[in-house]
């Protein structure tokens, strides 16, 4: 079945999914651990629609690829057009949160950057982004204090703070509507922490959100 947003509840969302908005390196401790230096602005990519697929399905690592790292990320969901919008703007339009897991092929990645080539064959292909159910946001919520993590096979390998990101969420929002608008349905992933590395056939991996979400799936 082709890949629908859903509420916690499982009923899907009023809206398709659409394209998803992803910042690289917005945790100084994960742009440390793989070398790179922290941007000045958003590092700004983007995965289609076709990379969706739900987080309770198996992940399947792509045929012949050997280093499918995994990067666990908060996940937001739009619910109303974002245009060079201001953060209260940007607030207001945030339908959910959720989780997803933003699927690199770190070789191919390493490989494209050292040539100067775009990244979207390492990040954007199809299964490229499980994401999960999403919990709708209350107006006493604070985004810059949400916890998020990623155990494998009983072993904790990530931890996320919302505070620890370089670019807070309303800022993100605003700054990524300034050159993408974004339209109900689209997605943002909000950038991974440390401990991201590669994934093995037959892991078991939970995710959970502030105690509001709780995600198990494995690897095929
Ligand atoms: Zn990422």
């Known amino acids: 079945m082709a890949y629908q947003h859903q509420w916690h509840d499982g009923s899907p969302t009023d809206w398709p999914p659409g394209k998803v908005v992803c910042v690289g390196r917005n945790y100084a401790a994960h742009a440390a651990e793989l070398n790179n230096p922290v941007p000045e602005q958003p590092l700004l990519f983007m995965k289609p629609a076709t990379a969706l697929v739900p987080l309770t399905d198996p992940v399947r690592l ?11 990320e908060l996940a937001i969901l739009v619910g109303c057009p974002l245009t060079r919008a201001g953060q209260q703007q940007a607030r207001a339009a945030i339908a959910g949160i959720g989780l997803a897991l933003d699927l690199t092929l770190r070789d ?31 107006s006493d919520d ?52 440390a401990g991201v590395g590669t994934l093995h056939s037959g892991q078991h991996l939970t995710m959970e959100l502030d105690g509001r979400l709780q995600v198990q799936t494995s690897v095929e």
């Not at 792509?62 to 666990?72: A, L, N």
């Not at 370089?166 to 339209?183: D, G, N």
């Open 62 to 72: 792509p045929v012949g690829r050997s280093d499918v790292h995994y990067e666990t």
């Open 108 to 138: 191919l990645q390493s490989e494209l950057k050292a040539r100067g080539h775009p990244w979207e064959r390492a990040k954007a292909f199809d299964g490229a982004c499980p994401l999960s159910r999403f919990v709708p946001l209350g």
């Open 142 to 193: 604070d985004l810059e204090n949400l916890q998020f993590s990623l155990t494998i096979d009983s072993e904790q390998r990530q931890r996320g703070h919302t505070g620890d990101m370089i670019t807070p969420i309303l800022p993100l929002l605003a700054h990524i509507s300034e050159t993408f608008t974004l339209q109900p349905g689209d997605v943002v992933l909000t950038g991974t922490p």
